[in-house]
């Protein structure tokens, strides 16, 4: 249940790019590593308790994805459609790849988090109550964020980039502040989740960009993209699925997770709240009130 939560954000974070902004980026995983590392070099080398060091690290790790996301962004965020796609996906596998290399985080043999000090059983309910709130807090801010200008600038970025430049916006500020802002969300979940599991990896945990990158992309496009609620939707969708391969399809899971991944593409390129949304347009559209007939109020 606490890796539902996870993978609420990961879906939420991803959407902020690919859905409302139309900027397909297959690097967030980046930032969920460096907030994993940055935490748990905080919890092993500052001295403190553990709960202090643990959310202490937690905010350290969020700003450091923050710092990364405005570097690696400024310059990055200059590219368009497939470039831009391809390079993000290099900076997941290039962080990965750096981090096997130094000794200092543990390299290739990876990096064990500290004991929790509670009772058995009681750090799997512990991160499930942080990861509750973390999801609980991303969506309003997230809703809040799309309702005003910001939003409309995203969306007029994914409509039509050069429009909106020629209209004024500065659409490289935005994007570099849509990108900080996933980092941020994304740096606290690697924080929970590298302490939740208890071991970090750099290649199969914190920069797992064949798994955990992936599912960002696929939950936001099985719920539907550039959508608040979609997201979420896949996030539970997927994960309940996943769950059942794991338990029922024993050996076969990659196989049914395979066929499902290949299932929402060609079924579901809108996803489900697209897909709703052309079957049943009066109820999950949106409503356009019409103009009263001139001659009519008269």
Known sequence: MAFL??????????????????YNS?????????????????QRDSGLGYYPALFLGMGAGALVAVVFAAIFGSGILGL???????CTLGLGIAAGEFASGWDY???GSGMVTPIFPGEPG???????????????????????????RFGLALNAIRDDEDKAEAMGIHTTRY?????????????????????????????????????????MVLMAILGGKGTLWGPVLGAVVFHVTQEVFW???????????????VLIVVFFPLGILGWARERWPERFGHVVEEKPDARATE
């Not at 939560?5 to 139309?22: E, H, N, P, S």
């Open 105 to 107: 985080i543990g390299a």
């Open 122 to 148: 009681g750090r799997e309910k512990f991160f499930y109550y942080v990861m509750f709130a973390l999801a609980v807090i991303t969506f309003p801010v997230l809703r809040w964020l799309y309702s005003g």
């Open 175 to 215: 994007k570099i502040t849509a990108w900080c802002i996933s980092a941020f969300f994304l740096g606290l979940t690697g924080a929970v989740v590298g302490n939740m599991i208890g071991f970090i990896d750099p290649r199969d945990v914190a920069f797992a960009g064949p798994t955990f990158g992936v599912w």
């Open 26 to 42: 297959f690097g967030n995983i980046l930032f969920f590593g460096v907030g994993m590392y940055v935490c748990a070099v905080i």
């Open 80 to 86: 368009r459609g497939h470039y831009f796609a391809i």
């Open 5 to 22: 939560w996870v993978m609420v954000v990961f879906a939420l974070t991803w959407d902020i790019l690919g859905g409302q902004m139309g």
């Open 247 to 261: 338990t029922y399809l024993l050996g076969w899971q990659r196989v049914a997770l395979g066929l499902l991944i």
